[in-house]
């Protein structure tokens, strides 16, 4: 949980954003990947699991969301009492737009026997459809969780290999990937481990099953902030999108961190800036909802994995190890 610190010299934007975050009797979540001047003033920054876990029972009015619109999705899903805005209107996630109900249906009739494990990276009527979600915190326990031995895993191929080489059980993969995770290659790997030899390399599952394979750890992106505060490492390669950087040299000044890629850079999680969140909130716009019998089927599904959760203790480190590599 962030708590502005009194030191922060908040900028003009900053100061109104969090005016109107008074007036409004509001909530501001931001993921990890959002712009270091959003992450500043939100009220929780995080990852998917812990903003989601964030949403349960809120007693805000308004949830504003700094994120994609799978995300403030999953905020109107749990909670439909508060008023849902996304912080940019046409923030979404390439990843969850990979898979339609349509092609879900007839998966779904050509593996009659396999539990479908929905990504929270999907839509919530993907999410209806489906038996149980996870995000990149959880993916194992909730595959494990399950009781059908075969799994239909949508939308994201990379972290459904990662999931399927932690389990026994038989899952099947749908194709979709995260066009910032999937561009990072092996070789993008060896090379910067050449440049710098003594760094720990902590990757999310998005990524290739190659470059996965060369990691020492596999994280969400909120694993990746604990597991850097904890490791005895001193230089970090990161394999997941740039934004993951300022909290990492935040929390660790003395550590060094650098990108893996130069291409990790997520356009959507980009288009909020505190502007657009200032007018998203002065015009409550972006009002996002979810329809109540999608919701209702949505929200059954995101309940289970939340519930997997409540029992294990997913949503802390992986253990050292995790990551293929090791
Ligand atoms: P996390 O849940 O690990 O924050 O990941 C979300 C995401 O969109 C990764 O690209
Ligand atoms: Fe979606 Fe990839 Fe952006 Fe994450 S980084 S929000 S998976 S497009």
């Known amino acids: 949980m962030v708590t502005i610190k009194p030191e922060l010299k908040l ?5 109104k954003v969090l005016e109107l975050k008074k007036e409004l009797n509001a909530v501001i979540l931001a993921h990890n990947y959002q712009r270091p001047e959003i992450q500043d003033i939100a009220d929780l920054t995080g990852d998917s699991l812990e903003l989601a876990q964030k949403c349960v029972g809120t007693e805000a009015e308004v949830i504003v969301f700094c994120g994609v ?6 905020a109107a899903i749990l909670n439909p009492s508060s008023l849902v805005l ?3 209107h046409e923030a979404g996630c390439p990843l969850a737009d990979k898979i339609t109900v349509k092609t879900l249906i007839q998966w779904k009739e050509k593996y009659p026997q396999a539990a479908v494990v929905a990504y929270v990276n ?10 149980i979600c996870c995000t990149s915190a959880n993916g194992v326990e909730v595959v494990e969780a399950v009781p059908n031995q075969e799994v239909l895993f949508i939308p994201d191929r990379n972290l459904g290999h990662y999931i399927s080489t932690k389990t026994s059980k038989k899952l099947i993969l749908y194709p979709g990937f995260c066009h910032v995770h999937d561009e990072i290659t092996a070789e993008e ?3 910067a481990k050449i440049r710098y030899p003594q760094a720990e390399v902590l990757v999310h599952p998005e990524c290739r099953p190659e470059v996965v394979n060369l990691a020492d750890a596999t994280l969400s992106t909120s694993q990746i902030l604990r597991f850097a505060k904890q490791s005895t490492h001193g230089t970090f390669l990161i394999g997941t999108e ?9 929390q660790n000044p003395e550590k060094e961190f650098h990108l893996l890629s130069d291409k990790l850079f997520c356009p959507d999680m980009k288009k909020t800036t505190l502007e657009v969140v200032a007018e998203t909130m002065e015009t409550r716009s972006n009002v996002v909802t979810v329809p109540e019998e999608i919701r209702i089927r949505a929200k059954q599904a995101v309940d289970k994995m939340l519930a997997v959760n409540l029992k294990g203790k997913s949503s802390s480190l992986m253990e050292e190890g995790q990551g293929a590599g090791k």
Request: no cysteine; net charge positive; hydrophobic share 45%.
């Open 242 to 250: 740039e934004g993951i950087l300022y909290p990492l040299r935040k």
């Open 122 to 131: 999907t839509t919530a009527a993907i999410k209806a459809e489906s038996d």
């Open 11 to 15: 900028t003009r934007l900053q100061q």
């Open 69 to 74: 619109l799978f995300m403030a999705e999953m």
């Open 86 to 88: 996304l912080s940019h």
């Open 189 to 191: 790997l060896r090379l």
